[in-house]
């Protein structure tokens, strides 16, 4: 059973461009979750999403993100006109509901830098 | 409101030292407790959980017991070894299920 899967994992972007992020869950996960990490700082968390449904973003900047998990294929976090303070880790985690009692699995992280 | 307080780092310990890594916990609701480690350019992984008041979590000769009335979940485990040295972060989940709230995670180095 594979585990969650990122790709990419490292990303280089000038300021100004666009990136994506792409997160495949683990398979029987319907319930996905994108946290950035920070350098020296720990995880915090952006958004949560089922397929098809923004369920909590309440951690998104308001400006230039977005997240999606469509009917099929892979959550993207996008980030456009990317600016040097996205450089960052941005790790999807995966679980099968909607539970305090489930663990969440991460991916091995997406590692953004800005130029 | 939901957070978790974590031990400064970075610790570092001589192999088959005594290892305690310190957390506390402020939650809105009945929280779920987890340790995670993170290894060099890697994603977290889930070291042990607790899901109720006096419950340990183990693994691999960590442990974390729930304690409700100090509002922690100190990770400890008896000996150390090289292998060890990551980074440790505390995290707890509330009803909702919506996130995971984390520490600002303890780097563990350990010498030979």
């Known amino acids: 059973n594979a585990g969650v899967m990122q790709n990419p994992r490292h990303l280089v972007r000038r300021r100004g461009q666009e990136a994506r992020l792409r997160c495949s869950p683990m398979?029987?996960?319907?319930?996905v979750y994108w946290y950035r990490q920070l350098p020296e700082e720990g995880l915090k968390f952006m958004v949560y999403?089922?397929?098809?449904?923004?369920?909590?973003e309440s951690g998104m900047p308001k400006e230039r993100f977005s997240a999606e998990f469509p009917k099929e294929g892979p959550s993207i976090l996008r980030i456009q006109q990317v600016v040097r303070g996205d450089s960052a880790a941005y790790f999807c985690?995966?679980?099968?509901?909607?539970?305090?009692?489930?663990?969440?699995?991460f991916g091995p992280g997406t590692r953004l830098t800005v130029l | 409101g939901n957070s978790v307080t974590q031990m400064e780092g970075p610790v570092t310990l001589s192999e088959e030292a005594f290892l305690t890594i310190n957390c506390t916990y402020t939650?809105?609701?009945?929280?779920?407790l987890f340790w995670y480690v993170q290894y060099p350019g890697e994603g977290l992984q889930l070291l042990l959980k607790?899901?109720?008041?006096?419950d340990k979590g183990s693994n691999k000769g960590f442990e974390a017991t729930y304690r409700k009335e100090t509002t922690s979940f100190h990770l400890e485990k008896g000996s150390v070894q090289v292998s060890d040295s990551a980074v440790y972060f505390c995290?707890?989940?509330?009803?909702?299920?919506?996130?995971?709230?984390f520490g600002t995670g303890t780097s563990l180095t350990v010498i030979p």
């Open positions: 607790a899901t109720k008041a006096d």
């Open positions: 939650a809105t609701g009945y929280p779920s």
């Open positions: 999403l089922q397929k098809e449904n923004i369920i909590d």
């Open positions: 995290a707890l989940s509330i009803n909702t299920g919506n996130q995971f709230y």
């Open positions: 985690a995966s679980s099968p509901g909607q539970s305090r009692y489930n663990e969440q699995f």
């Open positions: 398979k029987g996960h319907s319930h």
